[in-house]
């Protein structure tokens, strides 16, 4: 009996235990237990890379009023494996910079005096990939670099829309003064080689950086490495070439070794010129001489140095194969007249299209005595006349002095602006319709400049750099893009695609390719 009566107290503390281990562990019928939720539209978050993310979720709680207290933590992924949690922040709305690229598990912690709730996401901390820049300054000579990454798939789906992160070089990296900006590339270290740095010129120094992070991890120092220099244009091309020239305020020439980051004066472009064009390599497949060509404006002579002509030494227009270091064995043809600007068509060698260089100049007592001269230049022969040609004009021509022109071979075509105009030109048409042009292809409408261009590496877009000295704030550089195949073609042509007020005054605007950025005119 004794027994019996011992088992059922037992039974009874029990159950009692029981309901009252319930009745804390699932506190649903008190009405003083505050519940917490946390709930998001979504589990995977994105953000580029340099960037605040900032994001609120949303916090409830079953009695308003108690306190709560909120704990973020990250931990970076990498192949697999999970870093150490990090804490990152203690409001609701979380305002954090990733320092590193990556996936995270993004935690949430919420506590209130009852009870404790988490939730987690996934964050893709984007590099910089590919996408549109545009180079600009002020009037100070302080640079505004914006860039726009692509949109992925992801960003499509969730219906985001392309736009430029203003000064984005300067907020990844604000303990560097850009200023004075040149040139900005892109471009591989060597021949079959992925690895690439982000080069950017400046008068004064020349920064590296990554190419998907934009950190600059180095600095030269260009009046520190050659006394008395300063950067005027730079001539460095995507891939192919392991450096590139670089031409300073006095006339110098200078070579730069893009993997040593080496700057330094050769005796194969030694001399002093009056002007410089360059990038005039974006062909595809062809040799890469007359990268770059000098102009003695004076003498009215366009110098080179072609690879393995005569010791890869400067020749000119004037010079041939066997004595290249004298005048006179070849006619002028630019004597008399004022050289105006050169370009060369930037076609697919192997292909078959142009890649032929054009020389414009004007008679020096009559500014409409127009004379084109198509050329060439390889290691057996020099430079090289193929033809030339000479018309009068019938009013002031339309090309401003030293412009630079912009090729486009799937289209035959250059382009060249003065103003808020854009004008297109066929310098491989018969006479007279490879006459430059009269009339604008393209004009802007107030007091809005183009400033600089490039086309699109299939040659598809023309990108537009816009300077509108009407617009309030700062930012009055905009981007432009405009389809090839409609200009010349349809009246008041409007672009496909307008950014505006992104940043100062555009010097450059160029599509940083996430592989090889080789021009093709091919379909």
Known sequence: MKNYIFLLLLLFFAYSCAKDDSSLLYPVDNPD???????????????????????????????????????????????????????????QTLQYAFEKMGTYDLRLEVKNEDYSEFYTWHVDVRVYDEGYMVVGMNEAGQANIAFARILSSTDVLEGKELTFVSDLIGKVNPEFDIRDVIHVRKSILAWGSSDAYLFIFCKDNIYIADPLTFEIFAAVDVGG????????????????????????EDGRNLSFQKLEMLLYESVNISGTYDGFYGNLFYTRGSNMDLAYVNVDYQASKIWTTIFYHAGSMPVNNTTNNVEPYEDDFRPNDYAGRDIVTVGRMNGDYFGGTNTNFWAIATDKTNAKDVKIVEFGADYAAGISTINAYEYVA???????????????????????????????????????????????????????????????????????????????????????????????????????????????RPVQVLYKPEAWGIYNSGD
């Open 33 to 91: 237990f505050s519940f917490i939720s946390i709930s998001s539209p979504t589990d995977s978050l994105s953000v580029d890379f340099g960037q605040e993310f900032e994001f609120t979720p949303e916090v409830t709680q079953k009695i308003k009023g108690k306190s709560l207290v909120y704990e973020w933590s990250a931990c970076l992924k990498k192949d697999g494996v999970k870093n150490d949690s990090i804490v990152i922040g203690h409001t």
């Open 225 to 248: 490495t050659i006394p008395g220099a300063r950067i005027s244009k730079v001539s460095i091309m995507d891939t192919y070439t392991t450096g590139g020239t670089i031409f300073t």
């Open 394 to 504: 019938d009013e002031e021509i339309t090309l401003p002095m030293h412009t630079e022109l912009i090729a486009n071979a799937r289209y035959a075509s250059m382009y060249y602006s003065k103003g808020g105009e854009i004008f297109i030109w066929y310098p491989g048409n018969i006479p007279p319709h490879n006459h430059l042009p009269k009339t604008a292809a393209i004009t802007l409408d107030g007091n809005k400049e183009v400033t600089c261009m490039s086309v699109s590496y299939d040659m598809r877009e023309l990108y537009v750099g816009v300077y509108d000295s009407d617009a309030t704030g700062d930012l009055k550089g905009s981007l432009y893009i405009y389809n090839c195949a409609d200009i010349g073609s349809a009246a008041n042509l409007q672009p496909t695609r307008k950014f505006e007020n992104i940043t100062s």
